[in-house]
């Protein structure tokens, strides 16, 4: 059986407004404020947890659930 890949985090970009809530509780810093404009999420580092969906005050943080794989 193939091993199922992570949940990882998407921001809406056009509804972000760059305020750095999600950024002070992130525990492995996968997201940054790209140009003052909006956050933008670390694919390579994010697990997926979810921190930073529940303190995002504008709610434009979704956690999406990877590609699932079938057994053989």
Same mark, same amino acid.
């Given at each position: 059986?193939? $091993? /199922?890949?992570?949940?990882? %985090?998407? @921001? =809406?970009?056009?509804? #972000?407004? +760059? #305020?750095? &809530? #999600? /950024?002070?509780?992130? !525990?492995? =810093? +996968?997201?940054? $404020?790209?140009?003052?404009?909006? %956050?933008? @999420?670390? =694919?390579?580092? &994010? @697990?997926?947890?979810?921190? &930073? %969906?529940?303190? &995002?005050? +504008?709610?434009? $943080?979704? $956690?999406?659930?990877?590609?699932? /794989?079938? !057994? !053989?």
């Amino acid at each position: 059986m193939k $091993i /199922l890949s992570k949940s990882v %985090a998407r @921001v =809406q970009q056009s509804s #972000c407004v +760059a #305020c750095g &809530c #999600c /950024l002070k509780v992130c !525990p492995r =810093q +996968a997201l940054n $404020i790209w140009k003052g404009s909006y %956050a933008v @999420v670390d =694919q390579g580092l &994010c @697990v997926g947890c979810g921190k &930073c %969906a529940n303190e &995002c005050p +504008a709610s434009v $943080i979704d $956690i999406l659930p990877g590609p699932r /794989l079938r !057994p !053989p």
